[in-house]
């Protein structure tokens, strides 16, 4: 009787095994026949529209745009913020040198190394970035107005370089409501279309309506950028993408 009892247990085995090494085939082979296959980073397109429909569902909390430009653009700001497991959020108000509330945006973000989206409003246009640490694909009415890379060439939809824009590598000391000390330039150029079209000033910590303090080692007002030569209407889309992302992603660091 123990030689039939093991001998079943011996054909037992030698399935689980024999069965075990298919597996693995199988699964290197399906590896290899994939493996140019990348996941996806970031939010699907029908995400991306709901979105950008959530932002724009609130442009009638704002002032016309009709009455501004991107020279008007101030790094002030009333927002509210979240943080999770499966990441950080902030969203809000820009306003205009003037006071008025201009800008609506909300700002995803998930990863170790950081990537996401930021949604933009006014009452006359929209803005989507999907950025990663390599680069940061802008979106104009919803349409591709280029790329900007991390080394700060900026490219056409077609791929084509038509500019660089570089952020100074910066870093900073904070407290709950204002900033201590900035390593790093505190200023950087955009040059476009073959001219240098404006000088960008590193943006404080996006600050809340509500706090004040000084501004150590950075400049004390708000201004986003001095631009040096009329601009024209392809350039105005990206003075005020450049001018979005110095306030809304490097001017709020959810790491405070």
Same mark, same amino acid.
Request: hydrophobic share 40%; aromatic share 16%; glycine share 10%.
């Given at each position: 009787?123990? #030689?039939? #009892?093991?001998?079943?247990f011996?054909?037992? #085995?030698?399935?689980?095994?024999?069965?075990? *090494?298919?597996?693995?085939?199988?699964?290197v082979?399906?590896?290899?026949?994939?493996?140019?296959?990348?996941?996806p980073?970031?939010?699907?397109?029908?995400?991306?529209?709901q979105?950008?429909?959530?932002?724009?569902?609130?442009?009638?909390? /704002?002032?016309p745009w009709?009455?501004?430009?991107?020279a008007?653009l101030?790094?002030?700001?009333?927002?509210?913020?979240?943080?999770?497991?499966?990441?950080?959020?902030?969203?809000? @108000?820009?306003?205009? @040198?003037?006071?008025?509330? *201009?800008?609506?945006?909300k700002?995803?973000?998930?990863?170790?190394?950081?990537?996401?989206?930021?949604?933009?409003?006014?009452?006359?246009?929209?803005?989507? #970035?999907?950025?990663?640490t390599? @680069?940061?694909?802008?979106?104009?009415?919803?349409?591709?107005?280029?790329?900007?890379?991390?080394?700060?060439k900026?490219?056409?939809?077609?791929?084509?370089?038509?500019?660089s824009c570089k952020?100074?590598?910066?870093s900073?000391?904070?407290?709950?409501?204002?900033?201590?000390?900035?390593?790093?330039?505190?200023?950087?150029?955009?040059?476009?279309?073959?001219?240098? /079209?404006?000088?960008?000033?590193?943006?404080? @910590? /996006?600050?809340?309506?509500?706090?004040?303090?000084?501004?150590?080692?950075?400049?004390?007002?708000?201004?986003?950028?001095?631009?040096?030569?009329?601009?024209?209407v392809?350039?105005?889309?990206?003075?005020?993408? /450049?001018?979005?992302?110095?306030? *809304?992603?490097?001017?709020?660091?959810?790491?405070?």
């Open positions: 009787m123990f #030689f039939p #009892f093991f001998g079943f011996f054909f037992i #085995f030698i399935g689980l095994v024999a069965g075990s *090494v298919i597996l693995i085939i199988w699964l082979n399906n590896f290899r026949s994939n493996s140019n296959y990348q996941a980073v970031n939010t699907a397109p029908n995400e991306r529209f979105m950008m429909d959530a932002v724009r569902n609130k442009r009638h909390l /704002l002032s009709n009455n501004y430009s991107s008007d101030r790094s002030w700001g009333s927002y509210s913020y979240s943080r999770s497991m499966g990441g950080n959020s902030v969203a809000g @108000k820009l306003y205009a @040198k003037d006071g008025s509330p *201009v800008i609506i945006f700002r995803n973000e998930r990863g170790f190394h950081p990537a996401g989206e930021i949604a933009v409003c006014s009452s006359a246009f929209e803005y989507y #970035f999907i950025y990663s390599t @680069k940061i694909s802008v979106y104009f009415k919803r349409e591709p107005l280029g790329e900007l890379h991390a080394n700060g900026i490219l056409s939809p077609e791929g084509r370089e038509i500019g952020h100074p590598e910066n900073g000391l904070t407290t709950a409501n204002f900033v201590e000390f900035n390593s790093g330039d505190k200023r950087y150029t955009l040059d476009l279309y073959g001219r240098t /079209l404006a000088t960008f000033y590193v943006c404080p @910590k /996006l600050a809340n309506m509500r706090e004040g303090g000084p501004r150590l080692n950075q400049r004390n007002d708000t201004q986003v950028f001095d631009l040096h030569y009329a601009a024209t392809e350039e105005e889309k990206w003075l005020i993408a /450049l001018a979005l992302l110095g306030i *809304v992603l490097h001017g709020y660091w959810f790491g405070d």
